[in-house]
């Protein structure tokens, strides 16, 4: 990748698009409940579910809760903490569960484990743990250390490191995972795949959407298998925006072509 390369114009007619959440259409917070997806952006997920015939799905490490709360009124396909829980084209819910024995157990341990290091907290997604070190970078090794130690113990978690907190999320999930699932399903089967993220956790769906020939776009600067670049969420929201515009366009033009009232 090179910083020059933006993303070529695009159809919605054709393709399926995947975005990314925290870091990709919302700018990132200190605290993660502080973040905000713009009206307008919110606007353009809905317009461009339609134009896409429903093939638009988030792809974040957030919960679907959260990921619903935070784009309402839109209400389309999502795969939640990293994939371990999708709402599929269909409406229907699928999730990988970890046994709530084990998940309790889990969150005991790792809250009992980061105790020593102030600014730093567990946060618990049921079949996922976070651990957040945004307040307190200097201790990025030792929550790594936690982390891999939980790891090594712990054979069905799988460690996801991101901006300011590490995960640890069931094995075999990942949003390149998620991203395959949804291309095998209605209505995003047989259409060109587009994903946009800004983190590591994203570089899995990036290596998908290249193996399916479609759009990788990597937000911010980073090395990164993405084969296209934005800036910075302006830049993205600049992007998404003008397709949207470009193919309401497109659709008033087709209608006039083909002699339909509009
Ligand atoms: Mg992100």
């Not at 819910?93 to 709530?100: D, G, M, N, Q």
């Not at 995960?167 to 994903?195: H, N, W």
């Not at 296209?228 to 949207?244: G, R, T």
Request: glycine share 8%; hydrophobic share 40%.
């Amino acid at each position: 990748m090179t910083d020059s390369e933006s993303p070529p114009p695009i159809s919605l007619t054709t393709f399926a698009c995947f975005f990314d959440v925290d870091g990709t259409l919302a700018g990132i917070e200190e605290k993660p409940e502080w973040v905000s997806i713009p009206d307008e952006i919110k606007q353009a997920l809905c317009d461009g579910f339609t134009a896409t015939n429903g093939a638009l799905a988030l792809v974040s490490g957030r919960s679907l809760a959260e990921l619903d709360r935070l784009s309402a009124p839109f209400h389309g396909p999502a795969a939640g903490v990293h994939g371990a829980e999708r709402r599929d084209g269909q409406g229907q819910i699928h999730r990988t569960e970890l046994s709530p024995a084990l998940a309790a157990k889990l969150q005991r341990e790792l809250t009992q484990a980061i105790a020593h290091l102030p600014g730093c907290h567990v946060e618990a997604k049921g079949m996922a743990f976070a651990l957040h070190y945004r307040e307190a970078q200097h201790y990025q090794k030792n929550i790594l250390t936690v982390a891999e130690s939980f790891v090594t113990r712990y054979p069905e978690l799988a460690l996801q490191p991101g901006k300011c907190v590490v995960e640890l999320k069931p094995q075999g999930v990942s949003k390149g995972e998620a991203i395959k699932v949804f291309m095998d399903e209605a209505p995003f089967a047989g259409r060109t795949p587009l994903f946009i993220g800004d983190d590591l956790t994203d570089e899995a769906g990036f290596i998908q959407v290249n193996a399916l020939q479609g759009i990788s776009i990597k937000v911010g600067p980073g090395n990164t298998a993405a084969h296209y670049h934005l800036k910075d969420v302006a830049a993205v929201h600049h992007w998404i925006l003008s397709l949207v515009k470009q193919q309401e366009n497109y659709s008033i033009k087709t209608k006039v072509s083909s002699g339909e009232d509009l």
